[in-house]
C-alpha cells in the first residue's frame, strides 16, 4: 500500500499506483471521460470570509453517463485523490472545497490553497493521464471581479473550452453558484442564501440584512425562520426578491443555537435554499461602557509569549459579564472568550497572553487568552460583544509615529475621558511593577487616585489641594475620582468619602 500522503503533502509515487493495480489485476485502461472544472472560487470576499473557509472547485460531467471518479486525483493547485467510490451523475456537478463544512454536499481537499494571482489546477485520471487542466488569472482575457470582489469565476458554457479566458465569466451571484447550474448560462431557477449561512452570532432586540442571491427567479420570495428544523416564525409572507431583507430580531425571539432561514418563491415553492448550518441568537445585552486602557505589547524583562497584556475599564454603573466576547485584530488573530467572567464596575481588568505569576514579569492577570497577540510596531485591539459584531472599543495603535512605542514600558492612556483612539491621548508609564517593567495592571494609571500631592497617601491635605483645583478650574487626573473627566464638587464628595471610608 503505498501512502497518499506524506508530511501532509502529496506522495509522488501514489500517481501511478491505479494504474500498477490496473496491471497486477489485467484491468483494461479507462476512457478519457470529458471531466472539467466548470466554476472555482479562488479568493472569497472578505465579506464572505476566509480562504481557508470558502474556496472551492467545482467539477462537471460533461457526458450522458455516470463517470467514478475513484483513483481521480489533483497534481498542481491542490492536492486530493479520490481513493473510493465517488459516482458523478451525467451533466452533474462535484464540489471539491477547503472547508467542507461550508458547503453541503462538497468533498473537502487534502491538502493546498489556490492562488489569488492565478494558479496551474491539474486533474489527472485513474490511469495517470491528464483529465482537465486548467491556468487561470486574475486578469483579462480571465475576468477579474472573482479576485476578492464577490463572485466566483464560472464557465459560460459546459461544452466551452475552459482553458481559453474569455469562456470565463464573474458569476452574477455573490459567492457562486457551487454544486448548481452557472449563473452566467443557467436557466434553471435558483436561490442561493448568502446569510445567516451558518456560525453567525445574532443578538436578540438588533437589526440584520438576509442575503440572498438568485437566478432566473422573477417573482417575490417568502422567507422563513426554522429552529431546529421547525418552522418558527414566517419573516415575510412576500417579499422583493432584491437579494436583502433587513430583519429587527425581536425582544421575544428565543436565543438558541439551533436557527436556519429558508427562502423560497412565493410562486414556486420548489425553488428555495437553506442555511448551510445552524446560526445562533443570543440574549440581549445592553453596549458595555468598557474601556482599553493600558496596553503593554513589548515587555523588555520576559519575552512577548509571556509578558504582553492590556487593560480595560469598567466605566459603567453595571458589572459586565464578557461571557462570548471576541478578543481580534484587522489581522488573523482572535479569541473568544467561552466562560462566565464578571468584571465590575470601576474595575480595571487585565488581559494576558500568560498568567502564571512567576513567569510573566509579575503581573496579576485575571484572564489568560490565546490566539492573539500584540504587534510591537503596530497593532489593533478590538473587543467585540457577543453579537461578534458590535464593537464594544478598539485602539489602533502605530508603532510611534503618532503613539508612543516603549520597550518594556506599557502605553497608558492618560484620561478615561478622552479618546483612547487618538495617539496623543496615550504616553508611556512610568510605574515599575512585577520584574521591572513599568506599567500599572489592575489599577488607575494615574497613581493612587486621590493623593493629590503624591505623599502615597489620601487625606485631608489631598481634599485642600482638590478643592483649590476646582476654583481654580484646573485639572489634575489623580483628583478626578470618577473619572469623567473634569474636577468638581462631586470629585471632592468622593475624596472625603474615601477618606472617611477606606
Given at each position: 500500500?503505498?501512502?497518499?500522503?506524506?508530511?501532509?503533502?502529496?506522495?509522488?509515487?501514489?500517481?501511478?499506483?491505479?494504474?500498477?493495480?490496473?496491471?497486477?489485476?489485467?484491468?483494461?485502461?479507462?476512457?478519457?471521460?470529458?471531466?472539467?472544472?466548470?466554476?472555482?472560487?479562488?479568493?472569497?470576499?472578505?465579506?464572505?470570509?476566509?480562504?481557508?473557509?470558502?474556496?472551492?472547485?467545482?467539477?462537471?460531467?460533461?457526458?450522458?453517463?455516470?463517470?467514478?471518479?475513484?483513483?481521480?486525483?489533483?497534481?498542481?493547485?491542490?492536492?486530493?485523490?479520490?481513493?473510493?467510490?465517488?459516482?458523478?451523475?451525467?451533466?452533474?456537478?462535484?464540489l471539491l472545497a477547503k472547508n467542507g463544512e461550508m458547503y453541503s454536499g462538497s468533498i473537502e481537499w487534502a491538502y493546498g490553497n489556490l492562488g489569488n494571482s492565478g494558479e496551474t489546477v491539474i486533474l489527472i485520471n485513474s490511469d495517470g493521464d491528464l483529465a482537465n487542466e486548467l491556468t487561470f488569472e486574475n486578469s483579462s482575457p480571465f475576468p477579474s471581479e472573482p479576485n476578492g470582489s464577490g463572485p466566483s469565476m464560472e464557465l459560460i458554457d459546459p461544452d466551452a473550452d475552459n482553458t481559453v479566458g474569455i469562456n470565463w465569466q464573474a458569476s452574477t451571484i455573490f459567492g457562486g453558484?457551487?454544486?448548481?447550474?452557472?449563473?452566467?448560462?443557467?436557466?434553471?431557477?435558483?436561490?442561493?442564501?448568502?446569510?445567516?449561512?451558518?456560525?453567525?452570532?445574532?443578538?436578540?432586540?438588533?437589526?440584520?440584512?438576509?442575503?440572498?442571491?438568485?437566478?432566473?427567479?422573477?417573482?417575490?420570495?417568502?422567507?422563513?425562520?426554522?429552529?431546529?428544523?421547525?418552522?418558527?416564525?414566517?419573516?415575510?409572507?412576500?417579499?422583493?426578491?432584491?437579494?436583502?431583507?433587513?430583519?429587527?430580531?425581536?425582544?421575544?425571539?428565543?436565543?438558541?443555537?439551533?436557527?436556519?432561514?429558508?427562502?423560497?418563491?412565493?410562486?414556486?415553492?420548489?425553488?428555495?435554499?437553506?442555511?448551510?448550518?445552524?446560526?445562533?441568537?443570543?440574549?440581549?445585552?445592553?453596549?458595555?461602557?468598557?474601556?482599553?486602557?493600558?496596553?503593554?505589547?513589548?515587555?523588555?524583562?520576559?519575552?512577548?509569549?509571556?509578558?504582553?497584556?492590556?487593560?480595560?475599564?469598567?466605566?459603567?454603573?453595571?458589572?459586565?459579564?464578557?461571557?462570548?466576547?471576541?478578543?481580534?485584530?484587522?489581522?488573523?488573530?482572535?479569541?473568544?472568550?467561552?466562560?462566565?467572567?464578571?468584571?465590575?464596575?470601576?474595575?480595571?481588568?487585565?488581559?494576558?497572553?500568560?498568567?502564571?505569576?512567576?513567569?510573566?514579569?509579575?503581573?496579576?492577570?485575571?484572564?489568560?487568552?490565546?490566539?492573539?497577540?500584540?504587534?510591537?510596531?503596530?497593532?489593533?485591539?478590538?473587543?467585540?460583544?457577543?453579537?461578534?459584531?458590535?464593537?464594544?472599543?478598539?485602539?489602533?495603535?502605530?508603532?510611534?509615529?503618532?503613539?508612543?512605542?516603549?520597550?518594556?514600558?506599557?502605553?497608558?492612556?492618560?484620561?478615561?475621558?478622552?479618546?483612547?483612539?487618538?495617539?496623543?491621548?496615550?504616553?508611556?508609564?512610568?510605574?515599575?511593577?512585577?520584574?521591572?517593567?513599568?506599567?500599572?495592571?489592575?489599577?488607575?494609571?494615574?497613581?493612587?487616585?486621590?493623593?493629590?500631592?503624591?505623599?502615597?497617601?489620601?487625606?485631608?491635605?489631598?481634599?485642600?489641594?482638590?478643592?483649590?483645583?476646582?476654583?481654580?478650574?484646573?485639572?489634575?487626573?489623580?483628583?478626578?475620582?470618577?473619572?469623567?473627566?473634569?474636577?468638581?464638587?462631586?470629585?471632592?464628595?468622593?475624596?472625603?468619602?474615601?477618606?472617611?471610608?477606606?
Amino acid at each position: 500500500v503505498i501512502a497518499q500522503y506524506q508530511d501532509d503533502k502529496p506522495n509522488p509515487f501514489v500517481l501511478d499506483s491505479t494504474l500498477a493495480r490496473r496491471i497486477w489485476f489485467n484491468e483494461p485502461p479507462q476512457p478519457a471521460y470529458n471531466i472539467k472544472i466548470n466554476e472555482i472560487h479562488y479568493n472569497p470576499a472578505s465579506e464572505q470570509g476566509s480562504d481557508n473557509d470558502y474556496e472551492f472547485i467545482e467539477l462537471f460531467n460533461a457526458e450522458s453517463f455516470s463517470v467514478n471518479l475513484f483513483g481521480y486525483h489533483f497534481t498542481e493547485g491542490l492536492a486530493h485523490f479520490f481513493n473510493e467510490d465517488v459516482t458523478l451523475e451525467p451533466e452533474g456537478y462535484l464540489l471539491l472545497a477547503k472547508n467542507g463544512e461550508m458547503y453541503s454536499g462538497s468533498i473537502e481537499w487534502a491538502y493546498g490553497n489556490l492562488g489569488n494571482s492565478g494558479e496551474t489546477v491539474i486533474l489527472i485520471n485513474s490511469d495517470g493521464d491528464l483529465a482537465n487542466e486548467l491556468t487561470f488569472e486574475n486578469s483579462s482575457p480571465f475576468p477579474s471581479e472573482p479576485n476578492g470582489s464577490g463572485p466566483s469565476m464560472e464557465l459560460i458554457d459546459p461544452d466551452a473550452d475552459n482553458t481559453v479566458g474569455i469562456n470565463w465569466q464573474a458569476s452574477t451571484i455573490f459567492g457562486g453558484t457551487p454544486g448548481f447550474p452557472n449563473s452566467v448560462y443557467s436557466t434553471t431557477a435558483v436561490i442561493t442564501i448568502v446569510s445567516p449561512n451558518g456560525g453567525e452570532l445574532w443578538m436578540q432586540g438588533t437589526t440584520h440584512n438576509i442575503f440572498w442571491a438568485s437566478i432566473n427567479l422573477d417573482e417575490d420570495v417568502i422567507i422563513e425562520l426554522y429552529q431546529d428544523n421547525e418552522l418558527s416564525s414566517t419573516l415575510s409572507a412576500g417579499t422583493e426578491n432584491n437579494g436583502s431583507y433587513e430583519w429587527v430580531i425581536p425582544m421575544s425571539q428565543a436565543d438558541g443555537n439551533n436557527y436556519t432561514v429558508k427562502v423560497s418563491g412565493s410562486q414556486d415553492n420548489d425553488v428555495f435554499d437553506v442555511s448551510n448550518a445552524y446560526f445562533s441568537i443570543i440574549p440581549f445585552s445592553a453596549p458595555s461602557e468598557v474601556i482599553i486602557t493600558e496596553i503593554m505589547q513589548n515587555p523588555a524583562s520576559v519575552s512577548d509569549a509571556n509578558g504582553e497584556w492590556f487593560e480595560v475599564y469598567n466605566s459603567g454603573s453595571s458589572n459586565i459579564d464578557i461571557n462570548g466576547w471576541l478578543i481580534a485584530d484587522n489581522g488573523s488573530d482572535d479569541h473568544l472568550i467561552d466562560d462566565e467572567i464578571i468584571i465590575s464596575s470601576g474595575q480595571y481588568f487585565v488581559f494576558g497572553r500568560n498568567a502564571d505569576f512567576a513567569s510573566n514579569g509579575g503581573v496579576n492577570v485575571d484572564y489568560e487568552y490565546s490566539g492573539f497577540t500584540l504587534g510591537n510596531s503596530e497593532d489593533e485591539i478590538i473587543i467585540f460583544s457577543s453579537d461578534g459584531v458590535t464593537e464594544l472599543d478598539r485602539v489602533d495603535y502605530d508603532g510611534g509615529q503618532n503613539w508612543p512605542d516603549p520597550t518594556g514600558a506599557s502605553m497608558t492612556l492618560s484620561n478615561l475621558a478622552s479618546d483612547n483612539n487618538i495617539g496623543s491621548n496615550w504616553q508611556t508609564s512610568e510605574t515599575a511593577y512585577g520584574d521591572g517593567d513599568l506599567g500599572t495592571p489592575g489599577q488607575s494609571n494615574f497613581g493612587i487616585q486621590g493623593d493629590v500631592n503624591g505623599d502615597d497617601q489620601v487625606n485631608i491635605l489631598d481634599v485642600v489641594i482638590a478643592i483649590n483645583i476646582v476654583l481654580l478650574n484646573e485639572y489634575d487626573e489623580i483628583a478626578d475620582m470618577n473619572e469623567d473627566g473634569i474636577i468638581n464638587i462631586l470629585d471632592i464628595v468622593i475624596l472625603i468619602n474615601s477618606i472617611l471610608n477606606p
